[in-house]
């Protein structure tokens, strides 16, 4: 069965601060993979996909940039934090033939200090 | 550009009692609906879908949902809450026709369940 990890679970961080955020997938090949925002009260928003390495779409332009290395491994990162970059970062998988079929990762809480 | 609703922020209900999570979506065809749920700090899981077929869905923890093409709804029903279902509950849509190119899922801004002993 798949397994999705994603680290750290909590981070503190001071502004200007750069920022890692490591999602990796388990038992399944070729996954498309999200990066999502939940911030309180307002749902959730999609920041980046990728459907393949080196293939990043981003649907919120923003501080962050993401990458896709291997197969399995999507990061999230920012050279410089913002206060406004605080909240809770979802990672996801799916199938690339069944894209809304989406599986989350337990998150990241980010709060930016 | 579509859109999702959760017209009920908080619901709380007492153990055993029925539980209906409402859910409207606003869209010029039938999308694809989800359920998902969310326990405090947790990622993510998904409950339910309905793609096409059968308007009433069957998913996991005894959850069901039922697609009403006429009132543009999805809504979550569990026959009898247990205190394990307190958690917020996120109604989620994505458009049928996959070419529109990106895969994200337009969610509800969710319903926090509370359940009394």
């Known amino acids: 069965s798949q397994t999705i990890h994603q680290w750290p679970a909590t981070l503190v961080q001071p502004v200007g601060s750069p920022l890692s955020l490591e999602c990796t997938v388990e038992?399944?090949?070729?996954?498309?993979l999200y990066w999502y925002r939940q911030a309180a009260g307002r749902g959730l928003q999609l920041l980046f996909y990728s459907v393949g390495i080196g293939q990043i779409s981003s649907e919120v332009p923003q501080n962050l940039s993401a990458s896709r290395p291997q197969d399995r491994q999507f990061i999230l990162s920012s050279k410089k934090l913002l206060l406004s970059d605080s909240g809770f970062y979802l990672c996801?998988?799916?199938?690339?033939?069944?894209?809304?079929?989406?599986?989350f990762g337990p998150g990241t809480r980010l709060t930016v200090t | 550009a579509q859109s999702v609703t959760q017209p009920d922020i908080h619901i709380t209900v007492s153990e055993g009692a029925s539980l209906e999570l409402r859910c409207n979506y606003s869209y010029g065809a039938t999308p694809y609906l989800f359920w998902y749920v969310q326990s405090p700090g947790q990622g993510l899981q998904l409950l339910l879908k309905?793609?096409?077929?059968?308007?009433l869905v069957q998913g996991i923890k005894g959850f069901e949902a039922e697609f009403k093409r006429s009132q543009s709804s999805f809504n979550l029903r569990k026959p009898s809450v247990h205190w394990s279902d307190a958690a917020e509950y996120f109604c989620?849509?994505?458009?049928?026709?996959?070419?529109?190119?990106?895969?994200?899922?337009?969610f509800g801004k969710g319903t926090k369940l509370s359940v009394i002993p």
């Open positions: 038992g399944t090949s070729n996954p498309n």
């Open positions: 989620a849509v994505a458009p049928l026709d996959s070419g529109a190119g990106s895969y994200q899922l337009t």
């Open positions: 996801a998988w799916s199938l690339n033939s069944a894209p809304y079929e989406q599986y």
């Open positions: 309905y793609f096409s077929g059968d308007t």
